[in-house]
């Protein structure tokens, strides 16, 4: 007689949520399907203290397994990573086993919400599956790199710890990588979860609420100082508009003088992208553009709508951004608006200048609704550029007149609205009532994708 080993076990007589696939492999990888804050997930993780984390061919395999298990359920895939790298006795055949899995994750992209956590060190090519990820949650003691310490000291002279090189801190502020830092990072996996539907052919869950969606906003006067170079926090303007206040921000370190955050608004998710005046004056330079058009693709892929708030004096100058190629990613934004086909709302706040107003889903990048506030400057430049433009011969003088009379004619939203640029000039209070409303109104948009292979759109 032959035993055939069942391929899901149940982990616990305690635990009736949490299911264990292969659970009696050998190996480093753990896969289940389990619970998260009321949401089913397929959750893969590396236990650590088996050999520290090295991943074998069959440890590839299990990751591919979980991968495709969670494309076949049509849940969330979860991975739990904690690596010392390829198992470097099998050599290439564990790269083999990692390099399976990163194709098997990339085919879940854009169908299941990919959310990894690093509770630890990530080294070598298993840190590159964290690049795959949707999101990345990282705790204190996560570190994450590809290249070590031993290494960039060899071949550049430099002596780097492991937190300099590979921290949270870093993947945080300046290489992108961390979405979320939290000491629960099953809780923070949560509540990004309940902003996102099981797989692109459903729309986000809903959350009731009890605050009405034609509730006013009097403090957004008062939030949003009416001189245009005077600063205040962008974030507060999205809690005012939120439902109960409530939002919440991914990437919050990484490029600051733009925000990214979930929100609902009568009871809906919705990505919010904003300008940040308190950073670089919301100025847009390279890693700004990164993050808007990750999070932009990242809400097209998985039906939340998308609320645009606008307040920019243009791109951030300079040789150095130019340098490394502010053209070839600041049109990564305008790709990602211009390929999003969930509703999109734009609501200009106080400046939009010149092609930083463009990109930040402009009427002209295909928004379905563009509103301004009454005090908004929409135009090429501000005042006193376009005067020195204008009238570069006029005395110092002379020139402030001119400039009253630019910001009186030009700098008002009334003439884009004229040429149907700007759909409506609202007053600040009803930005709540207006969006909510907008919503319901585009709740039956569709769009038909062009048949084609795949993008070639800027990277």
């Known amino acids: 007689?032959?035993?055939?080993?069942?391929?899901?076990?149940?982990?616990?007589?305690?635990?009736?949520?949490?299911?264990?696939?292969?659970?009696?492999?050998?190996?480093?990888?753990?896969?289940?399907?389990?619970?998260i804050d009321g949401r089913q997930v397929v959750m893969?993780?590396?236990?650590?203290?088996?050999?520290?984390?090295?991943?074998?061919?069959?440890?590839?395999?299990?990751?591919?397994?979980?991968?495709?298990?969670?494309?076949?359920?049509?849940?969330?895939?979860?991975?739990?990573?904690?690596?010392?790298?390829?198992?470097?006795?099998?050599?290439?055949?564990?790269?083999?086993?990692?390099?399976?899995?990163?194709?098997?994750?990339?085919?879940?992209?854009?169908?299941?919400?990919?959310?990894?956590?690093?509770?630890?060190?990530?080294?070598?090519?298993?840190?590159?599956?964290?690049?795959?990820a949707d999101m990345?949650?990282?705790?204190p003691d996560a570190v994450a790199f590809v290249s070590g310490p031993e290494m960039v000291a060899e071949f550049t002279g430099v002596k780097v710890s492991l937190k300099d090189l590979g921290g949270v801190a870093v993947h945080a502020r300046a290489s992108g990588l961390c979405t979320v830092e939290s000491d629960d990072p099953l809780v923070a996996v949560g509540e990004l979860l309940g902003y996102l539907p099981d797989h692109a052919d459903e729309v986000p869950p809903h959350r009731k609420t009890?605050?009405?969606?034609?509730?006013?906003?009097?403090?957004?006067?008062?939030?949003?100082?009416?001189?245009?170079?005077?600063?205040?926090?962008?974030?507060?303007?999205?809690?005012?508009?939120?439902?109960?206040?409530?939002?919440?921000?991914?990437?919050?370190?990484?490029?600051?003088?733009?925000?990214?955050?979930?929100?609902?608004?009568?009871?809906?998710?919705?990505?919010?992208?904003?300008?940040?005046?308190?950073?670089?004056?919301?100025?847009?330079?390279?890693?700004?553009?990164?993050?808007?058009?990750?999070?932009?693709?990242?809400?097209?892929?998985?039906?939340?709508?998308l609320l645009t708030l606008v307040d920019t004096p243009g791109f951030l100058p300079g040789k150095d951004l130019e340098w490394r190629g502010m053209i070839r990613h600041g049109a990564e934004l305008a790709f990602a608006y211009a390929e999003a086909t969930v509703p999109r709302i734009c609501v200009i706040l106080r400046?939009?200048?010149?092609?930083?107003?463009?990109?930040?889903?402009?009427?002209?990048?295909?928004?379905d609704a563009c509103l301004a506030w009454p005090g908004a400057e929409v135009a090429v430049m501000g005042a006193q550029g376009a005067v020195q433009i204008l009238h570069r011969r006029a005395s110092p003088e002379d020139r402030k007149p001119l400039q009253d009379a630019y910001e009186a004619t030009f700098l008002t939203p009334w003439p884009a609205a004229e040429r149907g640029f700007v759909d409506a000039v609202i007053d600040p209070s009803e930005t709540r009532r207006v969006v909510a409303m907008t919503l319901d109104a585009l709740l039956s948009k569709k769009e038909e994708l062009p048949g084609r292979k795949h993008d070639g759109g800027p990277l």
């Open 210 to 305: 009890d605050d009405p969606e034609d509730r006013l906003i009097a403090e957004l006067q008062d939030l949003v100082p009416s001189r245009n170079s005077a600063s205040y926090d962008v974030r507060e303007v999205v809690r005012a508009i939120a439902d109960d206040g409530d939002a919440l921000e991914l990437w919050p370190r990484w490029a600051p003088q733009l925000v990214t955050m979930f929100t609902r608004i009568g009871s809906r998710s919705v990505g919010v992208v904003a300008n940040q005046p308190r950073s670089l004056a919301g100025t847009l330079d390279i890693p700004a553009s990164q993050k808007a058009a990750r999070f932009v693709r990242l809400c097209d892929a998985f039906n939340v709508p």
């Open 1 to 35: 007689m032959v035993f055939i080993e069942p391929r899901i076990d149940l982990m616990t007589t305690t635990d009736r949520s949490t299911l264990s696939t292969r659970a009696r492999v050998d190996g480093t990888v753990e896969v289940e399907c389990r619970d």
């Open 44 to 132: 893969a993780r590396t236990v650590s203290d088996r050999r520290r984390g090295a991943l074998s061919r069959r440890d590839g395999d299990e990751l591919r397994g979980a991968a495709e298990l969670a494309l076949e359920l049509r849940i969330p895939l979860v991975l739990e990573l904690a690596s010392s790298g390829a198992d470097v006795i099998e050599g290439v055949d564990a790269l083999h086993g990692w390099g399976g899995a990163a194709a098997a994750i990339a085919g879940c992209l854009g169908i299941v919400p990919v959310i990894a956590i690093v509770t630890g060190p990530v080294i070598s090519g298993p840190a590159l599956l964290l690049g795959l």
């Open 136 to 139: 990345v949650v990282m705790t």
């Open 351 to 367: 400046k939009a200048f010149g092609g930083a107003y463009i990109v930040m889903d402009s009427k002209g990048m295909g928004n």
